[in-house]
C-alpha cells in the first residue's frame, strides 16, 4: 500500500463523517443557503477543526458565493477545502542535515504516542541508511525505558539509557556523546509525558534543552510535539502550553486512525502556527507518514 493510500485510510473514520455530513446536508435541497451553511459550521465543529477555524472556513465559503453566485455542493466543497489548506500551511516535513549530527527531541503529554513515533521514526530513518541513536530521557518510569528499548530491538538501533528515576538531562548527556562519538545521524530523544505536575514537566524540559544546546552546539536541534488527534480540543491546549515552554519547531498528530475527528490538524494549525509533520496511523513500525496537507484536505471532503 503506497502512503497516500494509507494516509487516506488513515483517515477514513473522519472522511466518513464530514463526507456524509456534506451529502445528508446537500440532499436536503441541492444548493446551501445560511441554513445549511450554519449546518456544515456545526459538522467541521464536531469534527474537531475548532470554533475559530470552522468560522473561518463558513465565512470564505459565503464569500465565494456572493462572488460567483454557485452555491452548489461542489463549490462549496472547493471553498472548505481551499480555506482548509490555508490554514494548514504549505507541506512542511522533518529536515536532516546531511553530515552533521541532527536531534529530535520529542515531547508532549502522556500517551499521547511520543515512544511509539520515536521507534516509528527510528526504522523510517535506519530505512534510508541513516545511523540512528535513541536517547532515553523518560526516566520517569522503569517501563519507559523498557518499551524504548523494545524500539531499539525491534528497529535494531542502540539505546542510550539510564537507571529509572536518574537524570534525564544526564540520560541526554550521554546520548549526545555517544552519538557525536558513533558520528550518528541522528539522535531522537524520548520524554517523559508525566511528571508530578505540570511546573515540574516544564522545568524538566528546559533542563534539558539548556543541556542539548550546550553539549550539541553544531547539532540540528528540532523539537517534535506529539499530540493524539482523540484528545480533541486538549490535543490544542496542549500545543499553546508546550508552545510556551519549548521551542516548538515540529507537530506530530497520532492515533489518526482511531477518530472521526481528525480535523483536529486544522484547529491545532490554526492557533499554533506550527507545521504539522508527521501523521500516526496506527500501532505498528510501519504506520507512520509524512502529513502531507492537500491529501489531507482531499482524504477528508471527497
Ligand atoms: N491507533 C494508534 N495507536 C497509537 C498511535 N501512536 C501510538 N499509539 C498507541 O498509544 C499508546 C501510547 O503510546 P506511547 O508511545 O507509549 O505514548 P507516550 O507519549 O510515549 O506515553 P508516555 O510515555 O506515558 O508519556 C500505545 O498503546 C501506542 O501503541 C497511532 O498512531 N495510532
Ligand atoms: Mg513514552
New binding site residues.
Given amino acids: 500500500m503506497g502512503l497516500l493510500d494509507a494516509f487516506k485510510r488513515g483517515l477514513e473514520k473522519t472522511r466518513n463523517f464530514v463526507s456524509s455530513g456534506f451529502t445528508k446536508i446537500a440532499a436536503s435541497t441541492g444548493h446551501f443557503d445560511e441554513d445549511q451553511l450554519d449546518e456544515l459550521e456545526e459538522i467541521l465543529v464536531r469534527a474537531d477543526c475548532g470554533v475559530g477555524a470552522s468560522t473561518d472556513i463558513i465565512d470564505h465559503v459565503k464569500d465565494n458565493i456572493k462572488k460567483s453566485g454557485d452555491d452548489s455542493k461542489e463549490a462549496v466543497m472547493a471553498s472548505v477545502k481551499e480555506k482548509m489548506l490555508e490554514i494548514l500551511g504549505p507541506k512542511s516535513t522533518i529536515n536532516l542535515e546531511e553530515g552533521k549530527l541532527n536531534i529530535i527531541l520529542m515531547i508532549?503529554?502522556?500517551?499521547?504516542?511520543?515512544?511509539?513515533?520515536a521507534g516509528k521514526l527510528c526504522e523510517k530513518y535506519k530505512k534510508q541508511g541513516k545511523k540512528v541513536i535513541l536517547g532515553a530521557a523518560?526516566t520517569f518510569r522503569a517501563a519507559?525505558i523498557e518499551?524504548l528499548k523494545v524500539w531499539g530491538e525491534r528497529t535494531s538501533t542502540t539505546v542510550i539509557s539510564h537507571e529509572a528515576g536518574s537524570d534525564p538531562a544526564s540520560v541526554c548527556y550521554d546520548a549526545i556523546h555517544a552519538a557525536i562519538a558513533r558520528k550518528a545521524d541522528l539522535l531522537i530523544i524520548?520524554t517523559?509525558?508525566?511528571l508530578h505536575n505540570k511546573k515540574n514537566l516544564m522545568d524538566e524540559l528546559s533542563k534539558i534543552t539548556r543541556i542539548i544546546d550546550r553539549e550539541a552546539k553544531d547539532a540540528n536541534i528540532k523539537s517534535m510535539l506529539?499530540i493524539d488527534a482523540t484528545t480533541g480540543q486538549n490535543a490544542v491546549i496542549q500545543a499553546e502550553v508546550f508552545g510556551e515552554a519549548a521551542n516548538l519547531d515540529y507537530i506530530g498528530i497520532?492515533?489518526?486512525?482511531?477518530t472521526a475527528k481528525g480535523g483536529v490538524a486544522v484547529s491545532v494549525a490554526y492557533s499554533s502556527h506550527k507545521p504539522i509533520v508527521l501523521a500516526?496511523?496506527?500501532?505498528g513500525v510501519d504506520?507512520?507518514v509524512d502529513f502531507d496537507p492537500e491529501i489531507f484536505v482531499d482524504s477528508l471532503i471527497s
Fill in positions: 508532549g503529554v502522556n500517551g499521547t504516542g511520543k515512544t511509539t513515533t523518560d519507559a518499551q524520548d517523559a509525558g508525566r506529539i497520532t492515533k489518526l486512525d482511531g500516526g496511523l496506527g500501532e504506520d507512520l
